[in-house]
């Protein structure tokens, strides 16, 4: 079935690797750089981030929304730049704008957060099934509704847009005039959202029934369809990750 | 009536494309386009319709390129009626439902209205003017978006999958809207897999295989090849392969004509 996700299908030792590591692996990307707020710790973060994202041989894919979040960036750099109060150390000068060293500095900071972030959830969004995830977590001990209601969300949109295109088709059978400039197209896009929200309910409707005749609401323990996926060490890549977020909040009380 | 030329489509390239190479034409016989799902026939279809627009060749509709028109404008000679039901009804009642087209085609509303509930008497919903489409059974509404092609009247007809969820009742009704449409010079089309429904209704069948035209010809001929059949993985009817089986010399294609035969 059609599914909004960005995953991409490989093979790497990264795909291998089970969500829960994954997750694990977003904390320790996020808490790590916060905890000890160095620019070298910072670094090496983004640094092992976009290894694994090149041994995921996904590197491409991350491309557009690199570039999405690098567009946001360069504002917070140059406002920084320009602006913050603690502006001391002029830098350069562009014709009468002047640049500050402070706020260059703390837009570096900013942006070193954000790309390790971004870049961390790369990792799981792009080498991870969305189904796989949620499956997961329903092992972890998720309510298997939540799930659920996660898993259909990115099932359900491509569909409502599949059916849309297809009711567009049958009423540009009929005569209706979809092809044109803007104002004959909002006339023809709005009649049709009657049509396809209706649709989606009666679906509704429909799944909810298909799914207790299942025994969706059933409280025996659920089994699972896919045989879960174990990579051979991931209790220890976990362990690890957790030793070094403790090790870090170790190194910043004490030292 | 329509005239396609080395027509090619495909959904994406890198799949390699859907339809190859098609060359057909169409006359006013009923014709049948049958095959296993994914042989390319609904794509044929839309093509047509001008919903889809051909990568190579090009498709003529009483002279004039598809290519030229949009969907919308072709409504008036070509009609589609859809699989599901639900992708086409729109309105909130069934008079307004099977006037829809016509007051697109810029009919009067009073003229649009006759016409409407006459192609509604086709289809036995003439009592049911101001119910709603929804709450009509599956049947039901597959017989209301028939009429409300049936009531542009346009000079092509395309049926996809007409017969499913009709009972015996129903299938006789569509077998008498597709008679009196041949009677009025109209061309009727329809991709089916009710391949009886085919050998009792329509003349000429056309058989797909993996996006080109296997065979094509008077239905009786087609049925009788029972090897290039099976290469699209059709089976002729029950009657026709029973016939066989008894060793008759002619292709049977209906159980009178069986009961003639035996007579």
Redesign the interface.
């Known amino acids: 079935m059609k599914s909004i996700s960005l995953y991409v299908d490989r093979e790497s030792f990264v795909h291998d690797v089970d969500p829960i590591t994954k997750l694990i692996y977003i904390l320790f990307a996020i808490l790590v750089p916060i905890i000890l707020p160095s620019f070298t710790v910072s670094f090496i973060c983004v640094g092992i981030s976009l290894l694994l994202i090149l041994a995921a041989g996904v590197f491409r894919k991350t491309l557009p929304i690199f570039g999405f979040v690098f567009l946001v960036l360069i504002t917070v750099v140059i406002i920084q730049g320009l602006f913050r109060p603690e502006n001391e150390t002029v830098l350069f000068q562009i014709g009468p704008f002047a640049m500050y060293q402070e706020g260059l500095h703390y837009a570096l900071k900013i942006t070193l957060r954000v790309v390790n972030i971004v870049g961390a959830f790369m990792i799981l969004v792009l080498t991870t099934k969305p189904s796989h995830l949620v499956e997961s977590l329903v092992r972890k001990g998720m309510s298997p509704r939540i799930g659920y209601v996660i898993v259909s969300v990115f099932q359900i949109i491509p569909e409502m847009m599949a059916s849309m295109s297809t009711i567009t088709d049958a009423q540009r059978s009929r005569g209706m005039e979809t092809e044109g400039n803007l104002l004959v197209r909002i006339k023809a896009f709005l009649p049709l959202l009657g049509p396809v929200v209706l649709g989606s309910l009666i679906n509704t409707k429909e799944r909810a029934m298909a799914l207790e005749v299942r025994g969706f609401n059933s409280r025996t323990p659920k089994t699972y369809l896919n045989v879960e996926k174990t990579y051979a060490y991931s209790k220890g890549i976990q362990a690890l990750l957790l030793l070094l977020i403790v090790g870090a909040v170790a190194w910043r009380i004490f030292l | 009536m329509i005239k396609v030329s080395n027509l090619s489509f495909s959904y994406h390239k890198a799949e390699g494309p859907v339809l190859s190479g098609i060359n057909l034409e169409f006359d006013r016989r009923s014709t049948a386009i049958i095959g296993q799902n994914g042989a390319g026939k609904t794509t044929f279809v839309?093509l047509l319709?001008g919903?889809l627009k051909p990568d190579e060749g090009d498709i003529l509709i009483q002279n004039h390129s598809v290519k030229l028109k949009?969907?919308?404008e072709l409504?008036?000679t070509v009609?589609?009626v859809?699989q599901?039901p639900?992708?086409?009804?729109?309105k909130r009642t069934v008079l307004e439902e099977a006037m829809?087209?016509l007051l697109?085609?810029k009919m009067g509303r009073h003229t649009a209205e006759n016409q409407a509930i006459k192609a509604l008497k086709l289809v036995n919903l003439d009592d049911k003017l101001e119910m709603n489409p929804?709450d009509l059974s599956l049947s039901e509404k597959k017989l209301l978006c028939i009429a409300?092609?049936v009531a542009?009247d346009p000079d092509i007809i395309i049926l996809d999958e007409p017969t499913i969820a009709q009972d015996h009742a129903g299938k006789k009704i569509i077998s008498q809207i597709i008679k009196e449409l041949a009677e009025k010079e109209k061309l009727v089309m329809t991709i089916i897999h009710d391949m009886d429904f085919v050998a009792e209704n329509f003349e000429r069948t056309i058989v797909f295989n993996e996006g080109k035209v296997l065979l094509d010809g008077e239905t009786r001929d087609v049925f009788a090849q029972k090897d290039i059949l099976q290469e699209a993985n059709v089976e002729a009817p029950g009657i026709t392969q029973l016939a066989e089986k008894l060793g008759f010399e002619h292709t049977i294609l209906t159980v009178e004509e069986f009961i003639k035969a035996v007579k």
Do not use: E, V
């Not at chain 2, 639900?86 to 729109?90: A, K, M, T, V």
């Open positions: 839309k319709k919903l949009t969907a919308a409504a008036r009609g589609l859809f599901n639900n992708d086409q009804i729109f829809f087209g697109n085609i929804h409300s092609i542009m």
